[in-house]
């Protein structure tokens, strides 16, 4: 029974740490997008991972980092209907 408390209670510290995984009312769209932006973010924020990209599409450190920062803000598409 404790493991169960103590398993419950980690995974709610954990919740609470890490926001973008929603919870029980997330839609499948929100939970892509707050992954394709938390994505973009860190790409902008390492410099490493910037100079790496910067290279591989063969444009400055800066207009990516732009481009990148413009790209978390907007959203990514509209919600997909599901048929019945």
């Known amino acids: 029974m404790a493991d ?9 510290q954990q919740k609470a740490k890490y ?5 029980p009312e997330t839609t499948r769209n ?4 707050n992954i394709h932006r938390d ?3 860190s790409l902008a924020q390492h410099d490493d991972l910037l100079l790496y990209n910067s290279l591989v599409t063969n444009e400055s450190t800066e207009t990516l ?5 413009k790209k978390m803000v907007q959203p990514i598409k ?6 019945k």
């Open 65 to 69: 980092r732009l481009k990148m920062i």
């Open 4 to 12: 169960k408390v103590r398993d419950s209670h980690q995974f709610n």
């Open 78 to 83: 509209a919600p997909i209907k599901e048929s």
């Open 30 to 33: 929100e939970f892509i997008t």
């Open 39 to 41: 994505t973009y973010a």
């Open 19 to 23: 926001i973008g995984l929603g919870d």
